[in-house]
């Protein structure tokens, strides 16, 4: 039988149809099935030169990854940008392409059979997309000759079906690949909560910059010695004053913690060193403050670097003599606390220009722990996430995993707001994830969203108390006084966001605790 007679038959072509349908469904392996069934287009229907282009992870250009009838140099050659050439247009469209010669056709590339091992004659080439869920997921693409009795759109029709089987069987592979990357971060998050040292106090990781940090907490937690954990806010700063808190003689006793950065000016002091009965309007009983309430264990003063200068003095004394007064009184109240100091500022450099004091400087920099940004965690973020997956999985009731490809764009990102962020993150993706795997699209989305923040990288010169409230390098306000004329500007707020509290605060440059403390000071009715 003359070549271009071969394979015109109904029959050849139902045989490939079944034997297709056979093959996919021996194995989960896409290799020999797909190999197979390009094979059986070639010997039976004359349909050559079969590949299967996919789109490479990192490249993501089109490349073959399966092929029958090609060299493995012409398989290497074969690499096209989404949209290049008949095969990357394809992919990109999702439509089918039909180029009854080659030779005439000057999108058609050549690039991984070269047209001097083809027949003189002329050749055609058919390409069809690979489709699953309605995206093209890859491009099915054959030679043939164009001289031959069987007509064009019943090699295409046949194409189409092949197509779809091995659409059926790569998308079984993907989601074998996931159920197994699935098990293996549980298995690699299991391993590390039972190894970590810091596991047990809630820090998960094994990058080599997070166990330096906490071989280094350990180490000086059997002391008295005052810590300063220095690092870019969302790095767990608390979380590791707790830890040596309860790795230390004094894990029996309070573990007290205090933001010197969320509490305004005029009250600070009565909270770290209380005040007594009278000692101010409103003071109608006297109350034991932060530093009191920590005696006998450890005292975390979280970004330390925002205390003002008074209060730095005071707290240098606490630190030197072991005891306190509270705000109006005279008696000396003794104290036997643990500081653990933290902050994202460069306290040398506040040190430089006056917000700092230098001897509060030298008596908590004794021991200062600098704790890793996230990206400087290598490996830490997809044991981090699956962490936080599992714990919003629990706390909204859903079984959500990570689709192929979103733990890979999660970790790609430079988290300007550190592992705060990514907790956050992964919490927004289980609520608005409306499928059972937080697909890369979504991931995408939030990341998108996410970009348009940009972190402080470094806290204003100075925090004078100014007349009206300027806004700081995050776009919200710091505390200052309250004044009378602002009580019309909130309550305008407030009814602009139909009594939606977050909202106003926001339209502010407030943070929802700043626009309470005025709505309470101000007296302003918000039913």
């Given at each position: 039988?003359?070549?271009?007679?071969?394979?015109?038959?109904?029959?050849?072509?139902?045989?490939?149809?079944?034997?297709?349908?056979?093959?996919?469904?021996?194995?989960?392996?896409?290799?020999?099935?797909?190999?197979?069934?390009?094979?059986?287009?070639?010997?039976?229907?004359?349909?050559?030169?079969?590949?299967?282009?996919?789109?490479?992870?990192?490249?993501?250009?089109?490349?073959?990854?399966?092929?029958?009838?090609?060299?493995?140099?012409?398989?290497?050659?074969?690499?096209?940008?989404?949209?290049?050439?008949?095969?990357?247009?394809?992919?990109?469209?999702?439509?089918?392409?039909?180029?009854?010669?080659?030779?005439?056709?000057?999108?058609?590339?050549?690039?991984?059979?070269?047209?001097?091992?083809?027949?003189?004659?002329?050749?055609?080439?058919?390409?069809?997309?690979?489709?699953?869920?309605?995206?093209?997921?890859?491009?099915?693409?054959?030679?043939?000759?164009?001289?031959?009795?069987?007509?064009?759109?019943?090699?295409?029709?046949?194409?189409?079906?092949?197509?779809?089987?091995?659409?059926?069987?790569?998308?079984?592979?993907?989601?074998?690949?996931?159920?197994?990357?699935?098990?293996?971060?549980?298995?690699?998050?299991?391993?590390?909560?039972?190894?970590?040292q810091g596991a047990r106090y809630g820090i998960i990781g094994q990058s080599a910059a997070l166990q330096?940090?906490?071989?280094?907490?350990?180490?000086?937690?059997?002391?008295?010695?005052?810590?300063?954990?220095?690092?870019?806010?969302?790095?767990?700063?608390?979380?590791?004053?707790?830890?040596?808190?309860?790795?230390?003689?004094?894990?029996?006793?309070?573990?007290?913690?205090?933001?010197?950065?969320?509490?305004?000016?005029?009250?600070?002091?009565?909270?770290?060193?209380?005040?007594?009965?009278g000692a101010f309007t409103g003071a109608s009983a006297a109350k034991r403050g932060k530093i009191e309430?920590?005696?006998?264990?450890?005292?975390?003063?979280?970004?330390?670097?925002?205390?003002?200068?008074?209060?730095?003095?005071?707290?240098?004394?606490?630190?030197?003599?072991?005891?306190?007064?509270?705000?109006?009184?005279?008696?000396?109240?003794?104290?036997?606390?643990?500081?653990?100091?933290?902050?994202?500022?460069?306290?040398?450099?506040?040190?430089?220009?006056?917000?700092?004091?230098?001897?509060?400087?030298?008596?908590?920099?004794?021991?200062?722990?600098?704790?890793?940004?996230?990206?400087?965690?290598?490996?830490?973020?997809?044991?981090?996430?699956?962490?936080?997956?599992?714990?919003?999985?629990?706390?909204?009731?859903?079984?959500?995993?990570?689709?192929?490809?979103?733990?890979?764009?999660?970790?790609?990102?430079?988290?300007?707001?550190?592992?705060?962020?990514?907790?956050?993150?992964?919490?927004?993706?289980?609520?608005?994830?409306?499928?059972?795997?937080?697909?890369?699209?979504?991931?995408?989305?939030?990341?998108?969203?996410?970009?348009?923040?940009?972190?402080?990288?470094?806290?204003?010169?100075?925090?004078?108390?100014?007349?009206?409230?300027?806004?700081?390098?995050?776009?919200?306000?710091?505390y200052a006084r309250v004044r009378e004329d602002e009580a019309e500007t909130i309550r305008a707020a407030?009814?602009?966001?139909?009594?939606?509290?977050?909202?106003?605060?926001?339209?502010?440059?407030?943070?929802?605790?700043?626009?309470?403390?005025?709505?309470?000071?101000?007296?302003?009715?918000?039913?």
């Amino acid at each position: 039988m003359p070549y271009s007679q071969i394979a015109s038959t109904p029959e050849s072509e139902l045989l490939v149809v079944q034997e297709a349908a056979r093959l996919i469904t021996r194995s989960s392996d896409p290799a020999p099935a797909v190999q197979g069934i390009l094979r059986l287009l070639s010997q039976l229907l004359g349909l050559n030169r079969g590949r299967v282009l996919l789109p490479d992870d990192t490249s993501a250009a089109l490349k073959i990854c399966y092929a029958y009838g090609l060299t493995t140099e012409e398989r290497e050659r074969g690499q096209y940008r989404i949209g290049e050439g008949i095969s990357g247009r394809v992919y990109q469209t999702g439509q089918l392409a039909l180029i009854q010669d080659i030779d005439y056709e000057p999108t058609y590339l050549g690039r991984a059979v070269d047209r001097t091992t083809l027949p003189d004659e002329a050749v055609a080439y058919l390409a069809v997309p690979i489709v699953t869920e309605e995206q093209p997921v890859g491009v099915l693409a054959v030679h043939r000759l164009r001289n031959r009795v069987r007509p064009f759109q019943r090699d295409l029709a046949l194409l189409q079906v092949i197509a779809t089987f091995i659409a059926q069987i790569l998308r079984v592979k993907q989601l074998i690949d996931e159920h197994t990357a699935e098990l293996q971060s549980e298995n690699e998050l299991l391993r590390i909560n039972l190894e970590s040292q810091g596991a047990r106090y809630g820090i998960i990781g094994q990058s080599a910059a997070l166990q330096h940090a906490i071989q280094q907490t350990l180490q000086v937690a059997a002391t008295n010695t005052t810590v300063l954990l220095l690092g870019e806010s969302g790095t767990g700063k608390e979380k590791f004053a707790r830890m040596q808190h309860l790795a230390s003689s004094r894990s029996d006793g309070p573990f007290v913690s205090i933001n010197c950065a969320a509490i305004p000016r005029e009250l600070i002091e009565s909270e770290l060193f209380g005040h007594e009965k009278g000692a101010f309007t409103g003071a109608s009983a006297a109350k034991r403050g932060k530093i009191e309430l920590a005696s006998g264990g450890t005292l975390f003063l979280d970004e330390i670097g925002d205390l003002d200068l008074d209060l730095q003095a005071k707290l240098l004394k606490v630190l030197e003599e072991k005891h306190i007064q509270r705000v109006g009184g005279v008696q000396d109240i003794p104290v036997a606390v643990r500081i653990v100091a933290a902050t994202h500022q460069n306290l040398q450099q506040a040190v430089n220009d006056n917000r700092f004091r230098l001897d509060l400087f030298y008596r908590l920099n004794v021991f200062p722990i600098r704790l890793p940004s996230l990206r400087e965690r290598s490996g830490d973020v997809a044991v981090l996430s699956a962490y936080f997956l599992q714990r919003a999985n629990d706390e909204y009731g859903r079984e959500l995993r990570f689709a192929g490809g979103a733990m890979e764009r999660l970790a790609a990102y430079h988290w300007p707001g550190n592992i705060r962020q990514l907790e956050n993150l992964v919490k927004r993706a289980v609520l608005l994830s409306t499928e059972q795997r937080i697909s890369v699209g979504l991931i995408d989305d939030i990341l998108a969203e996410e970009r348009g923040v940009q972190a402080q990288s470094q806290p204003p010169a100075s925090r004078p108390v100014p007349s009206t409230p300027a806004a700081s390098p995050d776009g919200l306000r710091p505390y200052a006084r309250v004044r009378e004329d602002e009580a019309e500007t909130i309550r305008a707020a407030i009814r602009h966001n139909h009594g939606n509290k977050t909202r106003a605060a926001m339209s502010l440059g407030m943070t929802p605790r700043q626009l309470r403390y005025r709505i309470q000071k101000l007296a302003i009715e918000t039913a």
